[in-house]
C-alpha cells in the first residue's frame, strides 16, 4: 500500500511540474477491507507491527486529505489480471471492460472458442 502510494505522490507532483494543479483528493483503489481498515485506524496493534512506519506514512496523507482509499469489490477491480490466478471469463471480461483485444481474435480465431 505505501508503494502505491509513493506511486500516487510522485505522479502528482510530476502533474504539478507539468503545470497541472491536484485539487482534488487522489483515490486508490483496493479490495482489501482490512488494508484500508488498518490505514484508517490511529492504534497500533501488536499484528501490526511491522508495518508502522509506512502505516504513519499512509496516516499523514489521509489525513492531509491527499489521498483516500475507496473500497472496490475484488470483481470489479481490473489490476487483478495482473495479480491474481482468475477464471478465463473473468480474464476476458476484464480484457473487455479494458478495451484490449484478444490476438487470437485477429487471426480470425474467435477467443470464445477458448472458454
Avoid at 22 to 27: E, L
Avoid at 55 to 84: C, Y
Wanted: with cysteine; hydrophobic share 35%.
Amino acid at each position: 500500500m505505501a508503494h502505491g502510494v509513493c506511486e500516487m505522490l510522485w505522479l502528482r507532483h510530476l502533474l504539478r511540474d507539468l503545470g497541472f494543479k491536484q485539487k482534488k483528493v487522489m483515490p486508490i483503489y483496493y479490495d482489501n477491507k482490512a488494508a484500508i481498515e488498518i490505514a484508517h485506524n490511529p492504534i497500533q496493534h501488536d499484528r501490526t507491527k511491522h508495518v508502522e512506519v509506512d502505516r504513519h506514512f499512509i496516516k499523514e496523507k489521509l489525513d492531509g486529505q491527499i489521498i483516500s482509499f475507496p473500497f472496490v469489490p475484488t470483481k470489479e477491480q481490473l489490476a487483478n489480471i495482473l495479480t491474481k490466478a482468475i477464471s478465463s471469463k473473468t480474464f476476458y471480461d476484464s480484457l473487455d471492460k479494458q478495451g484490449q483485444i484478444h490476438l487470437r481474435g485477429w487471426l480470425g480465431c474467435s477467443p470464445t472458442q477458448d472458454r
